[in-house]
């Protein structure tokens, strides 16, 4: 959905003053770097829910920025003449779609400014506003490896070291010069060795992040949002959880982690325990989460990473509409841990929920909450030491 308080002034203004000062250190290659960077930074800079687009083609051209339908922004870089000709022959043809347009003049030094201006006053003529801003930035002495790296900013939210080494030609040392200037820079926020969280244009460093689930889906390969995470997600819970929990089956140094104040549980499990992940978007981003009904069985393998299992039969007893107890099962079983399907069975029996589970043959016992004390009474059909008071479940 559009907004409709953004006119040309507003976006006018917002460029010559807070745009100019963004820019002012960096050193434009192309229109298309220009392009970028602007885009980027009007999104995060005008009010929510404009629409901003780029590249945009129609019958009489391709806009380079168009927002909210109604307004053309006409990007040129006053390299030679010639651009600037070409510019009024391609603001004569848009005045054919009947939109404001905002033509951003771009002073790289290249041409005496008294023809920019002669060039500003002719836009202004055949009906478009004009406005000229300043780059004045130059060239690091490491500009291949610089530019290359930004040139991957532009369309990514993260750089990976390790993906810089495989697919350039830049050896290791120059790799991580390149990326501590443009950390230094603000460009760049370091999430831990070898991955770095690209900073938008227009924002600051140390102010922006993304959403926890975003930033868990980098920290480890292969991963899934699940336990906690996962039923607080899906509504699942009341409780908030202070941790993202991710499992994997890959090894992982450090299985706690903290990235800008949100730590992370990473859990480790078996190869066959991996399955009913589902993707999900989240600030235009795909990430994996399990399931509704494989998190409730991750809970029922795994108690101590959801809350306890009361947490768990809250959820089940809560969702019980929602869920696929044909799909429940079949985790049940599939997963190879029999205490979950002992657990499974015995709440569902609490709570008169019909599900086809055949009671273990068995001779051990095993607590209903690991995460209890063992006081308990046993329950023969399930072989469960049921430490939690039935009327208090019943009452949940």
Not at 38 to 66: C, M, Q, R, Y
Not at 77 to 91: F, H, N, P, R
Not at 164 to 179: D, G, M, P, R, T
Not at 224 to 252: C, D, F, H, M
């Amino acid at each position: 959905m559009k907004t409709d308080f953004v006119d040309l002034k507003t976006v006018e203004i917002l460029i010559k003053k807070d745009f100019q000062e963004k820019i002012s250190e960096i050193f434009f290659r192309n229109e298309e770097h220009v392009n970028s960077l602007l885009s980027s930074f009007l999104e995060l800079n005008l009010p929510f829910n404009t629409e901003v687009a780029k590249n945009v083609t129609t019958k009489h051209g391709n806009l380079d920025i168009l927002i909210n339908d109604r307004i053309i922004i006409e990007i040129k870089l006053a390299d030679y003449i010639g651009t600037l000709e070409k510019g009024l022959s391609e603001v004569v043809k848009y005045k054919n779609l009947g939109k404001d347009i905002l033509v951003l003049i771009l002073d790289v030094g290249a041409i005496e400014f008294s023809i920019i201006e002669r060039y500003k006053s002719y836009f202004k003529k055949i009906g478009a506003e004009a406005i000229v801003i300043k780059a004045k930035g130059k060239r690091e002495k490491s500009s291949k490896i610089i530019s290359y790296i930004e040139d991957l900013i532009v369309n990514n939210k993260f750089i990976y070291v390790k993906e810089l080494s495989k697919k350039s030609k830049f050896n290791s040392k120059s790799i991580h010069v390149a990326l501590s200037r443009l950390e230094k820079r603000g460009v760049l926020e370091r999430l831990e060795k070898g991955k770095y969280l690209v900073i938008p244009f227009g924002t600051k460093k140390g102010e922006y992040t993304l959403h926890e689930f975003v930033i868990g889906s980098i920290l480890v390969e292969p991963y899934a949002i699940a336990y906690w995470s996962a039923l607080n997600y899906y509504g699942l819970t009341e409780q908030i959880p202070g941790t993202v929990s991710l499992q994997t089956t890959s090894r992982k140094k450090h299985q706690m982690i903290e990235v800008f104040g949100v730590k992370y549980k990473i859990v480790r499990i078996k190869n066959e325990k991996l399955f009913g992940i589902k993707k999900e978007w989240i600030e235009n981003t795909q990430i994996n989460i399990t399931d509704k009904e494989k998190t409730i069985i991750d809970c029922l393998d795994k108690p101590q990473y959801c809350g306890g299992m009361i947490e768990v039969i809250k959820a089940l007893k809560n969702s019980r509409k929602e869920l696929d107890f044909k799909k429940l099962t079949e985790y049940a079983n599939q997963i190879g841990n029999s205490g979950v399907v002992r657990r499974l069975g015995y709440i569902c029996d609490l709570l008169k929920i019909k599900i086809k589970l055949t009671p273990p043959d068995v001779r051990n016992y095993l607590l209903l909450d690991p995460t209890m004390p063992s006081e308990q009474t046993k329950n023969a059909k399930w072989r469960l030491l049921v430490n939690l008071d039935e009327r208090t479940i019943g009452d949940l």
